[in-house]
């Protein structure tokens, strides 16, 4: 059998089965529409449904979102009324009336009379003006016996071209129709019968270009915030460059090789300058500076089970920040483990030591310039801008569903602000980190997926992008927060300790075997003196390696059955700072961690036109 045949007697049947199933019928319909210049136009509609069985009332579906091909409008319906009781509410792009009363039943002929205004918005067609409009909507799911429509128009008979197609969606089939000429315009009339379920109705009228006058227009801003997103794209990375040099000029350190850490300073502090932050390395660097100074002893029983013993308290002289971390550690008593610090009460010490630290560097200690620091965050933000605007660009249309710039905005917020603050803490590492390509890669990662899911969401919701755009915003983002970062100039003072931290940095990672063999004459506890400064500073490995030919006296503070040299204590040192760490991350309170115009131009067709919908029965 010819597949077309077989498919039309699968929907002959498929219809049968709807009218057989059906128990109510709408007896006949009436549509009276005053078009109206400014595209407002009033809509009447006049029922009259046959129930065959118990029903309470209907529901009728009426369109305010419009999609076809260029064609996209979002239509405005007020002043709707009823003749009898409804409620109303808005889904899927629908105006959904619930007409009648679950209180009342009713059976046979039942009149119903619905208006309403129906504001279709300025027309977009290039060349002429149209009125295109569903008298009858395809989405009725029982027939309509009868069905008479009057379209009023108010312009001359020969300012008009009209067509009225009937079918399912899609069919070009015309009917007949009259048109009279009355005061003000024209009214356009006609009927059908027995019109099937899915079946439209619907008039075009063409109409001289400029025939409506002072409809609505659409709010669409996105060529607006296009071109915006463009320039300032561009103008964002200039004004970042400019105040870097202009504002942003950094005083040069003078770094001299020097052989002790600066005054007062324990490896924590030194640590934070050197990388603005309190890690986990900090930390565990305070375990060897402790155990060097004489106040505890280390013990590894087994590989990787440390175990420590407190000797002595530290002095009075100590600064509070240390006490509270040291009397933290050993909270247990003077013999504990590395699972006896587990837990929140460590870890909100650490915290409340970090917040102590950074007390200390501020006023007179302050390491970085105010004003530089100010202008700094301001250009943070303004790399923001970029994404924001191509995000309104692409959905800040009547046209473009909200959800979908909540969406895109979320993306380029999250991910780019995130990238920043990668940016941030990676810059702040540059001097002490072991891997500085993968430290300043990583940060990048974040701004690589929201090229990706923005382009990816854009082409899936079907909202075009311009792909030079997206890589101009995702650049400019980039490099406007990496100059708003280096803009930070450090203050005196932080100049100051700068040039005692990096110079002893110096002396650590360029001094001689020979001349470490002349200093251990007087110092033969040098290295285990340094260590706790070289793990902060990035260089255990290195201090280690300088000493692989020289014989070292094993530490008083250490018991274990390994052999010991300088290796061991540097590759120790990354044991210890693995399980501080894990253990540290158990210790962590919860949600507390801290990481550093168109148209058709034809007769239209069915169903194609703005209004109709449809509706059944409740």
Not at 68 to 88: A, M
């Amino acid at each position: 059998m010819n597949r077309k045949i077989l498919l039309v007697i699968i929907a002959a049947v498929f219809c049968c089965g709807m009218l057989f199933a059906a128990d109510y019928e709408i007896s006949s319909m009436k549509i009276d529409v005053n078009v109206a210049r400014n595209a407002v136009h009033e809509v009447r509609e006049d029922y009259v449904f046959n129930y065959m069985g118990p029903h309470h009332g209907f529901y009728r579906y009426i369109p305010y979102k419009y999609d076809q091909g260029d064609v996209k409008r979002n239509v405005k319906i007020s002043r709707v009324e009823c003749s009898e009781e409804f409620d109303s509410d808005k889904e899927n792009g629908f105006y959904i009336m619930k007409i009648g009363s679950a209180d009342k039943t009713l059976t046979g002929l039942v009149p119903y009379t619905i208006s309403y205004r129906y504001d279709i918005g300025a027309d977009t067609n290039s060349g002429y003006d149209e009125f295109y409009f569903n008298l009858v909507g395809d989405g009725w799911e029982i027939p309509i016996r009868s069905a008479q429509f009057n379209v009023f128009v108010p312009c001359s008979a020969s300012d008009a071209q009209i067509w009225i197609t009937t079918g399912y969606r899609g069919s070009r089939d015309q009917i007949p129709y009259n048109v009279s000429e009355t005061e003000g315009g024209i009214i356009i009339s006609g009927s059908l019968t027995d019109i099937r379920p899915a079946q439209a109705v619907t008039i075009r009228v063409q109409l001289p270009d400029g025939w409506y006058q002072g409809a609505r227009k659409a709010m669409d801003l996105r060529g607006f915030f296009r071109t915006l997103a463009w320039i300032v794209s561009i103008g964002a990375l200039i004004a970042a460059v400019v105040v870097k040099f202009t504002l942003g000029v950094e005083n040069v350190p003078i770094i001299h090789a020097r052989y002790s850490a600066p005054e007062g300073m324990s490896p924590l502090l030194v640590g934070y300058v050197a990388d603005t932050t309190v890690d986990d390395k900090d930390i565990t660097s305070m375990i060897y500076y402790w155990a060097d100074g004489g106040y505890l002893r280390i013990e590894e029983p087994k590989k990787n089970k440390f175990e420590f013993t407190k000797l002595q308290d530290l002095p009075s002289t100590a600064p509070a920040y240390e006490k509270k971390l040291f009397n933290a550690f050993f909270r247990r008593g003077s013999h504990v483990t590395l699972r006896d610090i587990e837990g929140e009460t460590f870890a909100k010490t650490i915290e409340k030591v970090k917040k102590d630290v950074e007390e200390y560097f501020s006023g007179d200690r302050r390491l970085d310039d105010e004003k530089t620091t100010g202008i700094s965050l301001l250009v943070d933000l303004l790399a923001l801008f970029p994404p924001i605007l191509l995000a309104l660009s692409l959905t800040l249309s009547e046209y473009v569903d909200r959800s979908f710039m909540i969406i895109l905005l979320v993306i380029a917020v999250f991910f780019c602000f995130t990238g920043l603050a990668g940016l941030s803490a990676a810059l702040k590492r540059r001097f002490v980190a072991k891997h500085k390509a993968l430290l300043f890669i990583t940060p990048l990662f974040p701004f690589v997926a929201y090229f990706i899911l923005t382009l990816g969401f854009s082409f899936l919701v079907d909202i075009p992008v311009n792909p030079a755009l997206l890589l101009l915003v995702t650049v400019s983002t980039i490099g406007t927060g990496l100059f708003g970062e280096i803009t930070v100039k450090r203050s005196q003072y932080g100049n100051k300790l700068f040039e005692e931290i990096f110079g002893y940095r110096e002396f650590i990672e360029k001094t001689t075997v020979d001349e470490l063999k002349m200093m251990m004459k007087e110092t033969p506890a040098l290295y285990y003196n340094v260590l706790s400064y070289a793990i902060v500073l990035g260089l255990e490995k290195t201090w280690a390696k300088k000493f692989e030919s020289i014989t070292l006296e094993p530490p008083t503070w250490y018991v274990g059955d390994s052999m010991l040299n300088a290796y061991f204590f540097s590759r120790m040192s990354g044991r210890l700072l693995s399980s501080m760490s894990t253990s540290l991350m158990t210790s962590k309170p919860t949600g507390s961690r801290s990481i550093g115009g168109g148209g058709f131009g034809s007769s239209g067709f069915s169903g194609g036109g703005f209004g109709g919908g449809g509706g059944h029965a409740w």
